[in-house]
Every structure is written in structure tokens, then in C-alpha cells.
């Protein structure tokens, strides 16, 4: 199983961020999954093994605060879908995770960049955020592991190029 899992994309004003940020995301994230998918493609065709990608529900719900991450993610879920069309020739599943907000430090760093371009707390920010969201809490990382181990599992075999979303019901949209 390989699980590709980095954020720390930056938040905040599109107009005060450096192209170089754009850049950071796009290499941290974006072009390690894919530099991380093709080394270890042949020992996961070898074993039918699996591709677990936690990627964020800013692919599928972009907003003004969070272009850098946002665009990246919507990459990266486009290259996951693609992989997975090899990964039926090869014998190799490919999935995506898109968590929502997750009590992580990252969280704690993004409320605190949203404060900053917004001119408040990181204590409203996260206020705001779960208000404007509407979900009942900030998930645990522990939700996303179960659904992570679950998805590498024989059982789970047939859920080929999938994106699956846990954010407590906050994405709107059928898909």
C-alpha cells in the first residue's frame, strides 16, 4: 500500500502570495504523488496492491482563501482518476480520500493564516468555519485512517478510482 499524504499548502490572499507558494504546493504535494506512484508502481502491480490518496475536499469545493490548495488538489484527484484507469490494467487500485477540516496541526495552521488574511482571530476563524460549514464537528484523523486501512483491504477490491468524501456532509454538490 502507498498512501500519499502531504498538505501544508498556504492559505490566504491570492494577491500576496508569491508565485513561489503556487510552486511549494504544487511540488509537496502534487509531483511527490506522482513521483511516489510511478517508483512504486512496479512492486504494487507485483503484489495488487493499492493507492491510497488523501487529497482535500478543496478539490471539489474551491474558495478565495485557499487557491493554492485548491487548484493542487484538483490536480492531484484528476492525475488519481487517470492512475486508476492503468491501475485496472495492472491490477493495482487507486482511490482518493478527501477529508474535510481534520483536528490536525495543520488545521490550527490554517485558521490561523485564514485569521490573518481576514483581519480576526484563529479562534473565529474556526468558529466561522464550522458555522458556515454546517458540520457538527472538525473530524479526527482517526476517521480517516479507518477509512484508509478499509479501502486497502481484499473487501475492498472492487472500489477502483473512487473519491470519497468525509467532512461530515459539508461538500454540496452530488459529486
Known amino acids: 500500500m502507498l498512501v500519499n499524504n502531504a498538505g501544508a499548502t ?5 494577491f500576496e502570495l508569491p508565485d513561489e507558494a503556487f510552486v511549494d504546493g504544487f511540488a509537496l504535494k502534487y509531483f511527490a504523488a506522482v513521483r511516489l506512484s510511478r517508483l512504486f508502481w512496479p512492486l504494487l502491480k ?4 493499492s493507492i491510497i490518496n488523501i487529497i482535500g475536499a ?10 493554492i490548495g485548491g487548484s493542487v488538489n484538483a490536480a492531484f484527484a484528476n492525475f488519481a482518476k487517470g492512475l486508476a484507469t ?4 495492472d491490477d493495482v487500485n487507486v482511490n482518493v480520500i478527501h477529508p474535510g477540516m481534520v483536528e490536525t496541526d495543520r488545521v ?3 485558521f490561523q493564516q485564514f485569521a490573518k488574511a481576514n483581519n480576526t482571530t484563529p479562534e473565529e476563524a474556526r468558529k466561522s468555519n464550522l458555522a458556515k460549514s454546517g458540520a457538527r464537528r472538525i473530524a479526527q484523523p482517526e476517521d480517516i485512517a479507518e477509512l484508509t486501512l478499509f479501502l486497502a483491504r481484499p473487501q475492498a ?6 473519491a470519497i468524501m468525509i467532512d461530515g456532509g459539508t461538500t454540496t454538490g452530488l459529486y
Open 86 to 89: 492503468i491501475g485496472n490494467r
Open 10 to 14: 498556504r492559505g490566504g490572499n491570492f
Open 46 to 49: 507485483a503484489t495488487h496492491g
Open 58 to 67: 478543496a478539490a471539489r469545493t474551491p474558495g478565495p482563501d485557499f487557491l
Open 157 to 162: 477490491r472492487h472500489i477502483q478510482g473512487a
Open 108 to 110: 490550527v495552521t490554517l
